[in-house]
């Protein structure tokens, strides 16, 4: 099935108001008339033309068909959206097919939400407003605690017979606990293109974090250590984003080893963990007592990190 651009059709920009777009109906019906223009093809493109001003002479056709983006070409190949069903509930089909293209047909004709009732009239467009998606940026501090945001959304509205894109202000409370990724749905707050508007949904995207890296609620911190802490265990308090805690490094911990403190990573149901991961930083040999102390080292530990390598 072809997409039909009716506006190409009419000869008129998108933007066209009703008078226009009647206007250019009737110059080209009367140049493509079959009882009087001799033209090759005459038939096939009166039918057209029809066809064009059926959609875009009724307001809520044309909503709906605007609906569809003015990204498709005519002559390209096209199916109707597969919420196209959902959005647009038709009443049963009670009418004929109007006699036009199958891609009318698909979408306003026999089957379709604008199918015509037993006496011929149309049935009533009832839809519901396309779902609008928008991106809100939180950071992680907002993402734990929650916080709100205000918004301007520009979004179409039906005015006139016409669309028109017009700018609102939403206040948007975003809860505690959101993951990168995570819609937040905002009932009737899409579309007002039809009976009832649509839902707006808001992506949820993370700033990145100076201290913590995030997989989905559970948060990691790389956590510097002195050797001896790590050797002799040590208690050492660690951020975490509720605020500081206690963190007991167990005797001979080694670097890159990873401890979890459950539950203090984003709060959900289950909440987050954090992960501390430890990484051993040794103190310069700058003076000559510390030398003296890595010298003696060297000699009473009789460690070789390299054991079992195979290099010597």
């Given at each position: 099935?072809?997409?039909?651009?009716?506006?190409?059709t009419?000869g008129?920009p998108?933007?066209?108001?009703?008078?226009?777009i009647?206007?250019?109906?009737?110059?080209?019906a009367?140049r493509?008339h079959?009882?009087v223009?001799?033209e090759?093809?005459a038939e096939e493109?009166?039918?057209?033309?029809?066809?064009?001003y059926e959609?875009?002479?009724?307001?809520?056709?044309?909503?709906?068909?605007d609906?569809?983006?003015?990204?498709h070409?005519?002559?390209?190949?096209?199916r109707?959206?597969p919420?196209?069903?959902?959005?647009?509930?038709?009443?049963d089909d009670l009418g004929?097919?109007?006699?036009?293209s199958?891609f009318?047909?698909?979408?306003?004709?026999?089957g379709?939400?604008?199918?015509r009732e037993a006496?011929g009239?149309?049935?009533?467009?009832?839809?519901?407003?396309e779902?609008?998606?928008a991106?809100?940026?939180?950071?992680?501090?907002?993402?734990?605690?929650?916080t709100?945001?205000?918004?301007?959304l520009?979004?179409?509205?039906?005015?006139d017979?016409?669309?028109?894109?017009?700018?609102?202000?939403?206040?948007v409370?975003?809860p505690?606990?959101?993951?990168?990724?995570?819609l937040?749905?905002?009932?009737?707050?899409?579309?007002?293109l039809?009976?009832?508007p649509g839902?707006?949904?808001?992506?949820?995207?993370?700033?990145p974090?100076?201290?913590?890296?995030v997989?989905?609620r559970?948060?990691?911190?790389?956590?510097?250590?002195?050797?001896?802490e790590a050797?002799l265990g040590?208690?050492?308090p660690v951020?975490?984003?509720?605020?500081?805690v206690?963190?007991?490094?167990?005797?001979?911990?080694?670097?890159?080893?990873r401890?979890r403190?459950?539950?203090r990573?984003l709060?959900?149901?289950?909440?987050g963990?954090q992960?501390?991961?430890?990484?051993?930083?040794?103190?310069?040999?700058?003076t000559?007592?510390?030398?003296?102390?890595?010298?003696?080292m060297?000699?009473d530990l009789a460690?070789?990190?390299?054991?079992?390598?195979?290099?010597?």
């Amino acid at each position: 099935m072809e997409f039909k651009d009716y506006y190409q059709t009419l000869g008129v920009p998108r933007t066209a108001n009703a008078d226009e777009i009647k206007r250019a109906y009737r110059k080209l019906a009367r140049r493509y008339h079959p009882d009087v223009s001799k033209e090759a093809h005459a038939e096939e493109r009166f039918k057209e033309v029809q066809e064009a001003y059926e959609v875009l002479k009724d307001p809520e056709k044309r909503a709906a068909y605007d609906q569809l983006g003015p990204g498709h070409r005519a002559g390209q190949s096209f199916r109707p959206p597969p919420d196209w069903g959902r959005r647009y509930q038709p009443h049963d089909d009670l009418g004929a097919d109007p006699g036009f293209s199958d891609f009318f047909s698909s979408l306003f004709g026999h089957g379709g939400p604008f199918a015509r009732e037993a006496d011929g009239t149309p049935h009533r467009f009832r839809s519901r407003g396309e779902d609008a998606h928008a991106e809100i940026e939180v950071s992680l501090e907002e993402a734990y605690k929650g916080t709100t945001r205000t918004l301007q959304l520009q979004q179409p509205e039906l005015s006139d017979g016409q669309v028109a894109v017009k700018t609102r202000t939403l206040k948007v409370t975003v809860p505690a606990g959101v993951t990168d990724g995570q819609l937040i749905r905002l009932a009737g707050q899409g579309s007002a293109l039809g009976d009832a508007p649509g839902d707006l949904y808001l992506q949820v995207r993370l700033l990145p974090n100076s201290q913590y890296t995030v997989d989905g609620r559970n948060v990691t911190l790389p956590l510097p250590v002195a050797p001896w802490e790590a050797a002799l265990g040590a208690s050492i308090p660690v951020p975490t984003l509720g605020g500081p805690v206690d963190l007991k490094i167990p005797a001979g911990s080694q670097s890159g080893q990873r401890l979890r403190l459950r539950g203090r990573g984003l709060p959900g149901d289950p909440a987050g963990d954090q992960y501390v991961v430890l990484r051993v930083v040794l103190p310069p040999a700058s003076t000559p007592r510390a030398r003296e102390l890595y010298e003696t080292m060297a000699r009473d530990l009789a460690f070789d990190p390299r054991a079992g390598q195979g290099g010597r």
